[in-house]
């Protein structure tokens, strides 16, 4: 068994518009062990109102990679990793930000962002968030949503990582490896979810998932270009002005 996986980030147009970088970050991998194959993931969105979003968004799944990895290299397996040890992958991604804040001379709060995560083997996963966004799997014909997007006292408001509650909003759970994980930011959340009914569309994403499951290993680079366009098509900007984000996974057999 091994995963096969693309990720992308594109900058929404409310950035463009006015010559701005995105601030969205994500960061996806494999790594083997013995007969075992595991994928990481991670989607983070800087809060567009900061200075430094994107800068702790990058930190922040950059820190979280790596941790992931030291983690299961010293467990080799996922059935002994804790809800505490992802409290500590999420301690130490905040302050490898708080120390670049530090370094630079700038307020913690200037680097918020959101933080979306997953890490999946041969038979167990462990999805992880602080915010909005959305992590989506599908295991045959079945598609879940993890976590709901968690929003703010206000409208259009979510939690951050640099919030002084951090951990009181971070959600974790453990499940059985699904056939396909996708983690996606806010910017897709409202065209890929349906609110009404918290459920996720079906449509949008089996066929994604069909297609990186058929498409041939060594042309992963060209599919997560078609991704990017994708991302990026007139209608999908029409609904929404956001940066956005996706990773994408699915399992192999055979």
């Known amino acids: 068994m091994r995963w096969k996986f693309t990720c992308t980030s594109v900058t929404g147009k409310a950035h463009t ?60 397996d996922l059935s002994s990793i804790t809800d505490e040890d992802v409290r500590n992958w999420i301690i130490a991604s905040r302050e490898a930000i708080i120390a670049n804040a530090k370094e630079n001379g700038k307020r913690l709060r200037e680097y918020a962002c959101t933080i979306i995560g997953s890490v999946a083997g041969n038979d167990r996963a462990i999805f992880f968030q602080i915010g909005d966004g959305a992590i989506v799997t599908g295991s045959g014909p079945e598609y879940q949503t993890i976590f709901w997007p968690e929003q703010g006292e206000y409208a259009n408001t979510t939690y951050f990582i640099t919030d002084e509650q951090y951990l009181d909003h971070l959600h974790v759970q453990h499940a059985e490896s699904p056939d396909g994980i996708a983690l996606f930011t806010d910017g897709l959340q409202n065209l890929v979810l349906s609110f009404a009914q918290k459920k996720a569309h079906p449509g949008f994403f089996k066929p994604l998932f069909d297609a990186l499951k058929n498409n041939p290993e060594d042309d992963l680079l060209n599919f997560s270009a078609q991704l990017n366009s994708f991302l990026c098509r007139d209608d999908i900007t029409a609904r929404s002005d956001d940066d956005k984000t996706l990773v994408l996974a699915v399992r192999m057999t055979g």
């Open 17 to 76: 518009d006015r010559n701005e970088s995105g601030q969205d970050f994500c960061r996806a991998g494999t790594i083997r062990l013995s007969d075992s194959d595991f994928f990481i993931g991670i989607a983070s969105d800087g809060a567009g109102s900061t200075t430094d979003g994107g800068k702790g968004a990058e930190i922040a799944s950059g820190t979280l990679y790596s941790q992931i990895i030291d983690s299961v290299r010293n467990s080799g």
